[in-house]
């Protein structure tokens, strides 16, 4: 392990190769790597239909976990700001489409205003005005947030907004578990629509009954799963939309990039760090409900844990992006299911937080981070 | 000059004995309950920690929430030891930890040596060595500890049972802070090469980790008395408000020494300007690692105090939620300052432990998370320097300029701040003569 250190010597030899190739460190990533895809490799041989209905579970979270990534990594890339509160803000969403469903039956609106029509389709239409009551009123409230906790800290130090942001976490949480704002009880959330599954397999789609075991070999999929999966998606395009062509994104990306010049340019530099927050926090409205639907037990820390995942995600992804932050979030979505089913199920959270630091010690500023200068 | 010095020293110690001794007559004599004999102990405790975590963030700039997980090591260690002890009578815990910590920190220092000599190798190969190197003195620490546990025990038990009682616990909080600074040094070899931000999110991850481990301690990992997410009982309660004041007084001492030092000076310069710090020939990867190792050592005392305070121990306490409270503790007292910080985690006690349960209205007691953010917010808005803004104690004083804190909208990393010439001015300044943060601070926004 000492290997010689000739000064002039024109070819490297063996040891110095080891040296400068950086063998030994890749070694180890090699290794660990190659026991993990071999696990899930013989997994996947072993039963197929297992795997794969992991991996659509993992894609469930994923894109779950990418609405609320998205809203870290958007006020980070304009701000600069790690904002904490944003897990709670998940949880405001939670609880507003739940008051907004099981007090005033917002979804079912439609569905008493013309009797007539199609329940599916007046559900959905129920559903995605919860979705777009969630957004709003989560959009408002951090917005309100931004102006009255953030704003004045614009010029302090970076650390000082991180306090702040830890601060309003804290606060929304323990006003939330108030007597009479959320309580501190678990409350469990009624889903706006019946939930239906289907099993796919080699004899086809067919729809389960509940009660009836599912055909062996089948794969499950519940109009959850789609529902999530096509709203986060449009979503995101509509996001992608608003950055990439309207003039209000291409002002957030202006102020991202250089915030001083875009002021001299006549952007209104506040108003967009406060539209940032809004939409950001839409999306993680629109994620509390969807969450919700997923996973129906809503309490006031409930934002917490998929908000550090999604945080994790968006870090992996390479924060400041928002391409990155949906592939971190798929992959975190993957790492967290199938560890959990593969490796080791007490251990997922560890696994998957261990995954963030070996993707920075290779990719320092995440998958899609931009490498940067050290700052001098 | 010196014998300015030496009476600031002599002053600040006879306060500080005269302080610790005040507050053990007023329990002696019961004037203090032990609720707030408690709400001190844990302010201690939390000073300790967090003179380790200025000593990371406030002096070396390296933004870490990683704290909290080498308490959480430092807690469980001890305890531990502690539990055995008196549970088994017998030395296991302390033979194991002693020598795998002693074992370890030998080949630390010897492949340290050693891979100093190759020039060019990279952090995540350095990390595996280092790795393999731990894995098998684990192993021979245990191996070796076995003959090694049945003369111990005798020997200690040759001391009065109460003494006994004291060296095992004295002896079980040095080895909790070696293993968690030895933790700290493994883990950080990869992660101090990150940058800011991305460093604290890997030490947030470091936390996290710890506590899925502690979750799992009994079925994984075999440690059947910590009981896993079921919560450790049985630690003995001998963190007495001696031992923890003690060991403040101590770490608040090594803090100022180092700080005074040329490594406390080489340790701050890296916080200025890494890249002017390198060109001074200072070894930047060397102190980060120095500052991160130092303060993590601190934290993994201070969790061992805690453990014998509490005498209770549950992974939920090392949620990577509560590792912000020593940030927030840290933020108050003023980066980069001894007397604040001290100030501030006693302060912090008392707020929250203290007055917050005890003023709050009948019928308002579970609005003490809700007034205590409140305040947080109201904190940061009217005093962000800290709570005493940079004012150090005469003995604290260091003459080195206050921390310069960038505004939140600069950008980190790929826009250079033009920095204003006036900010330059502290660093040239008489030495002896402490700058207070504003003027530093001043300059630097202008």
């Given at each position: 392990m000492k290997p010689s250190l000739a000064t002039t010597a024109p070819t490297l030899t063996i040891g110095q190769q080891i040296i400068h190739k950086?063998?030994?460190g890749k070694g180890l990533l090699v290794l660990l790597s190659v026991v993990v895809i071999w696990r899930l490799v013989t997994a996947l041989i072993e039963n197929p239909s297992v795997f794969v209905q992991q991996v659509v579970n993992g894609l469930q979270s994923g894109f779950v976990y990418a609405l609320i990534a998205l809203g870290?990594?958007?006020v980070y890339g304009i701000v600069k700001l790690i904002n904490f509160a944003h897990a709670d803000v998940l949880m405001v969403g939670s609880f507003t489409s739940y008051y907004a469903i099981s007090r005033f039956n917002l979804h079912l609106w439609l569905a008493n205003l013309a009797p007539t029509l199609s329940p599916t389709i007046s559900l959905l239409v129920g559903t995605i005005t919860v979705l777009v009551f969630a957004m709003l009123v989560c959009a408002l409230m951090a917005f309100t947030i931004e102006r009255t906790a953030y704003k004045p800290l614009r010029n302090a130090p970076r650390i000082s907004a991180l306090i702040t942001a830890i601060g309003v976490s804290f606060f929304l949480e323990y006003f939330g578990a108030l007597d009479f704002v959320f309580t501190p009880n678990f409350i469990s959330f009624k889903r706006p629509f019946p939930v239906t599954t289907w099993?796919?397999?080699p004899g086809g789609i067919q729809a389960l009954e509940s009660g009836v075991a599912p055909p062996p070999g089948s794969v499950l999929f519940s109009n959850i799963l789609v529902i999530i999966i096509v709203s986060s998606l449009l979503l995101l395009i509509l996001l992608q939309y608003i950055v990439k062509r309207t003039k209000v994104g291409k002002a957030m990306r202006a102020v991202a990039y250089d915030k001083p010049t875009a002021r001299l340019m006549g952007i209104n530099v506040d108003g967009i760090i406060s539209i940032t927050f809004a939409i950001g926090a839409a999306l993680a409205g629109a994620a509390g409900l969807l969450y919700a639907i997923a996973f129906p037990q809503i309490v006031f820390w409930m934002g917490i844990i998929p908000g550090l995942k999604a945080f994790i995600a968006a870090v992996l992804g390479g924060i400041g992006s928002i391409p990155g932050a949906l592939v971190g979030a798929l992959i975190m979505g993957q790492a967290e299911v199938l560890s959990a089913?593969?490796?080791?199920?007490?251990?997922?959270d560890a696994i998957a937080f261990s995954l963030l630091i070996i993707v920075l010690l290779v990719r320092p500023t995440g998958i899609f981070g931009e490498p940067t200068l050290e700052k001098a | 000059m010196l014998k300015r010095m030496d009476r600031n020293t002599l002053v600040f110690l006879a306060g500080s004995v005269f302080v610790i001794l005040l507050v053990q007559v007023l329990i002696s004599i019961n004037v203090l309950n032990s609720f707030w004999l408690t709400i001190l102990r844990i302010g201690g405790v939390m000073g300790i920690a967090c003179l380790g975590l200025n000593l990371i963030y406030g002096f070396n700039g390296q933004f870490s929430l990683g704290q909290w997980g080498f308490f959480a090591i430092g807690a469980y260690a001890a305890a531990d030891v502690t539990y055995r002890w008196v549970n088994d009578h017998s030395a296991s815990g302390l033979v194991i930890l002693t020598l795998?910590?002693?074992?370890?920190?030998?080949?630390?220092?010897?492949?340290?040596?050693?891979?100093?000599?190759i020039r060019g190798l990279d952090a995540l190969s350095a990390f595996s060595l280092y790795l393999i190197a731990v894995i098998a003195t684990g192993f021979l620490s245990?191996?070796?500890?076995?003959?090694?546990?049945?003369?111990?025990t005798g020997l200690i038990n040759l001391l009065p049972a109460a003494l006994g009682m004291q060296v095992v616990f004295f002896l079980a909080i040095i080895g909790a802070g070696l293993l968690a600074a030895e933790a700290s040094f493994l883990l950080g070899l990869p992660v101090l090469t990150l940058g800011s931000d991305y460093f604290g999110i890997a030490t947030l991850a470091i936390t996290v980790i710890v506590k899925v481990l502690l979750d799992n301690s009994d079925t994984l990992f075999g440690f059947v008395e910590m009981k896993g997410a079921r919560g450790m009982i049985g630690i003995p309660k001998i963190g007495s408000w001696l031992w923890v004041s003690i060991f403040l007084l101590a770490t608040i001492v090594v803090v100022r020494n180092l700080l005074q030092s040329s490594y406390g000076r080489a340790i701050v310069s890296v916080r200025e300007d890494e890249i002017a710090a390198k060109a001074m020939g200072i070894d930047v990867a060397n102190f980060k690692t120095l500052s991160f190792v130092l303060g993590s050592l601190m934290a993994g005392v201070a969790g061992a105090l805690y453990a014998h305070i509490n005498?209770?121990?549950?992974?939920?306490?090392?949620?990577?939620?509560?590792?912000?409270?020593i940030l927030i503790i840290v933020v108050f007292g003023g980066l980069g300052s001894v007397t604040g910080t001290v100030a501030a985690a006693f302060a912090w006690a008392l707020v929250l432990e203290g007055f917050l349960r005890l003023w709050l209205p009948p019928g308002f007691e579970t609005w003490r998370y809700v007034v205590y953010p409140l305040l947080l917010l109201l904190m940061m808005l009217l005093r962000p320097k800290g709570l005493f803004g940079g004012y150090e104690l005469p003995f604290l004083r260091h003459s080195m300029p206050a921390l310069r804190l960038k505004p939140a909208t600069a950008a980190i990393s790929n826009q250079a701040e033009p920095r204003p010439a006036s900010a330059e001015a502290p660093s040239e300044s008489t030495p002896g003569i402490t700058l207070s943060q504003e003027d530093a601070q001043s300059s630097s926004e202008g």
């Open positions: 950086r063998w030994i870290y990594t958007m099993a796919v397999g089913a593969y490796i080791s199920t007490p251990m997922r | 795998g910590v002693l074992l370890t920190g030998l080949v630390f220092v010897l492949l340290g040596r050693q891979l100093a000599k245990v191996f070796l500890g076995q003959f090694l546990i049945a003369p111990v005498g209770f121990l549950h992974p939920n306490t090392f949620n990577f939620i509560k590792s912000f409270d």
